[in-house]
C-alpha cells in the first residue's frame, strides 16, 4: 500500500491561503468577490472566506478526494484572478 492509500477513501483535507494586498480596500473587494457566502457548499465541503487587514484568508476543508480538494482550490484562485483583473480595470477608468 503506497502512502496515498486508497484514492477512493474519504479523507479530511484541510487548507488555509492567505492572499495580501497593498491596501484594505482592495482586499476587502477581492474578499466580497470571492466569498462563498450566498452559495450553499456541497456535503462534506467547508469554506470561509475573512478579511483580516490587507489580507484575505481562506480557509478550506473537506472530506473527499484530493482531486476534488485541487478543484476547488483551483476555483477560488480562478475566481480571485477575476476579482483582481475587473479591479484594476475599473481603477484605470
Given at each position: 500500500m503506497s502512502w496515498w492509500g486508497n484514492s477512493?477513501?474519504?479523507k479530511r483535507l484541510e487548507a488555509t491561503?492567505?492572499?495580501?494586498y497593498e491596501d484594505e480596500k482592495t482586499a476587502e473587494a477581492v474578499a466580497k468577490a470571492v466569498s462563498p457566502d450566498n452559495h450553499k457548499a456541497p456535503t462534506g465541503l467547508s469554506i470561509a472566506t475573512t478579511r483580516k487587514q490587507n489580507s484575505v484568508i481562506t480557509k478550506i476543508a473537506m472530506e473527499g478526494k484530493i482531486s476534488t480538494?485541487?478543484?476547488t482550490i483551483d476555483d477560488l484562485l480562478f475566481s480571485v484572478s477575476i476579482a483582481e483583473k475587473t479591479l484594476k480595470t475599473l481603477q484605470k477608468g
Open positions: 477512493c477513501e474519504a491561503i492567505t492572499l495580501e480538494f485541487i478543484a
